[in-house]
Nanobody
């Protein structure tokens, strides 16, 4: 079955950086579009970033544009989220998402598979 396993979360001071990874199995990784969502305490899950199958197309939420970079390594079946200049409002559980071969995952109803989530906490 499809499994998405995130890693790389943790506690960081404001202005710091983290890199999240998502290792995928049970699917042909190079044929699916991938993304990241996050859920802050007391809030709904929101879109963060998405990347096409080849990595040639990316989308970002306005709140992270210029600070976060999504990428993927199809040879390693892994996607990444490099997060720089982190702010306390970036504190959330971050979820890896797979939407399949057609659409990029920019909304929850476009996601076919979810990871279990990894906690990111940014202290002020």
């Amino acid at each position: 079955q499809v499994q998405l396993v995130e890693s790389g979360g943790g506690l960081v001071q404001a202005g710091g950086s983290l890199r999240l990874s998502c290792a995928a199995s049970g699917l042909t990784f190079s044929r699916v579009n991938m993304g990241w969502f996050r859920q802050a305490p007391g809030k709904g899950r929101e879109f963060v970033a998405a990347i096409s199958r080849s990595g040639g197309t990316t989308y970002y939420a306005d709140s992270v544009k210029g600070r976060f970079t999504i990428s993927r390594d199809n040879a390693k079946n892994t996607e990444y989220l490099q997060m720089n200049s982190l702010k306390p409002e970036d504190t959330a559980v971050y979820y890896c998402a797979c939407s399949g071969v057609l659409r990029l995952p920019r909304a929850e109803d476009e996601v076919a598979y979810w990871g279990q989530g990894t906690q990111v906490t940014v202290s002020s």
